[in-house]
């Protein structure tokens, strides 16, 4: 299978997906690593993963650019067209899941922690 696993850092993938990416690999599977370029990318890449870099800001709340990343994740979708998506991280969650279903690909989405809009008080958190 092709499996892709979207994240909003490398070093996020790196750090906490890693044992299950490696097990997975190790079962056969050709994995696709979708996230922003950091330091850490350099590592999936050596791991044997085949990365694709986006553009997304973690902590921004503006409508425009997400919608932007919604049409970016549906173009690395398209070009990849994995089995299956594993989604973590709020953005990938929301933007990547409506992105695979316009392409008909399933997708497994994770929840992880609170996220950022639970740090402050404002708008978003109220």
Request: one cysteine or more; proline letters at 5%; hydrophobic letters at 45%.
């Amino acid at each position: 299978m092709k499996i892709a696993v979207v994240l909003n850092t490398s070093w996020n993938i790196y750090n906490f997906r890693m044992n299950l990416l490696r097990e997975l690999q190790a079962q056969g599977h050709e994995i696709h690593t979708i996230a922003p370029l950091d330091n850490y990318t350099r590592h999936l890449i050596d791991a044997g993963f085949i990365h694709h870099p986006i553009k997304m800001d973690s902590r921004g709340a503006n409508p425009i650019k997400d919608s932007g990343l919604i049409l970016e994740l549906f173009s690395v979708y398209r070009k990849v067209r994995p089995d299956v998506i594993l989604h973590y991280t709020i953005k990938p969650n929301v933007y990547g899941t409506l992105a695979a279903a316009m392409l008909r690909i399933p997708v497994i989405n994770n929840v992880c922690g609170l996220g950022t809009a639970f740090l402050k008080k404002n708008l978003v958190s109220a």
